[in-house]
């Protein structure tokens, strides 16, 4: 039943082999397809065995799953993004889907939009304390670690340490904040993030709580979740065990000290613009604006922007065509229409061309308006984004002011 946790391993060979932490992920993927719960199983593989370049990859045979085996932790790929295009309009493609908190985050937030339905996802979610940019990553193997980033075939990140297995089976290690002093290490969001166990899933799987390699901490976040495990064990496919109470202690203290660090970098983050004025604010971002080449990387990359018919489209007169940097309106709707949502999942700031910090603001200022509603993004699918059902009275009351 739903909260129900587990301590489990795969019971196939050929997984156990390839895949880590007892192969479950993995086994619960060949099992949905298997046993027709899903048409599809979506995924990320490292293309043509290159860690650096993870791709979505949506599978509906069983047999080839196993490609899929393994964490990389190096590409983070827009899994709800690309949710959206293969369930949105009539299609009922049934689809088990591999999420990180912040895909499953957004793939909620879509569904209140009526983007995605749920119905037809089953979210298998994977603890995260966050990814690393592609490029930097590499440069980082090389001129931090001194490798060849082509022979790593593992990396780990394990309460606050970067740990790299290369080919020979040597392993290499950091700190993150050693590595982040240096700008390298994890994306500026993931940093940030305080949601390393995806409860938010249908299940949540990860190593917290688990005292050997060979075994997967499984916890069943929905009933839909909890359902689909016991099928997956009466199968036969997983075999599992109760964890000990000092395993589930264990889990949540870890949980714990990645929340505090997260909120440390926030403070860090944010700090230095919260203790601007209002006038001080308003220059640095609009000296932030004024980089933009209106490439429209950033509204095409953020899974909550799901509008067909965007206001910033030359045609609807909001923005004048063809300026350059465009005019004040072109961030301040993409601000708006997702500050409320937005679920931190950096893509924005991955994408844009003129690298502006474009999740620290927008995330900053969701957290502002969390003061204000308690509204969580991507959590309670129930719950609906707070400037869609705000009264101006409420706002009023409020006495929190929300400015840049
Ligand atoms: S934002 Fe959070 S969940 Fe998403 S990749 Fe980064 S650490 Fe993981
Ligand atoms: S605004 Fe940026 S960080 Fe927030 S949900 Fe959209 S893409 Fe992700
Ligand atoms: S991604 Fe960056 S440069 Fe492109 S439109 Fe967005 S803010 Fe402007």
Redesign the pocket.
Known sequence: MKGDVYIASSTDKEVLEKAECGGVVTSLLKFALESKRADAVLAVKARDGNRYDGTPVLISQPDKVIETAGTLHCTSPNIARYVKEYTDGASDLKIAVVVKPCDAK?IIELAKRTQVKMDNLILIGLNCTGTLPSVKAKKMMKEVFGIDPTDVVAEDIDDDRLVITLADGTQKEKTLMELEEQEYGRRE?CRRCETNIPTMADIACGKWGTSDKGTTFVEACTEKGANFIDAAISAGCISIRQPNPEAVQLRRKKDDAAIQSAKQWQERDFSSLKQMSSDERFEYWFGQFERCIKCYG?RD?????YCKDCNLEADRGLVPPGEVPPDIMFPMVRITH?MDS????????DVCAMELP??RL??MLNRDLYDIFKYEPGVDIGQLPPLRTVTEQELSLSGVDVAF
């Open positions: 957004a969001n950033c990359a953020c899974p909550i922007c997702v937005c679920v931190n999942c950096g893509q924005c700031q474009l999740s927008i995330f």
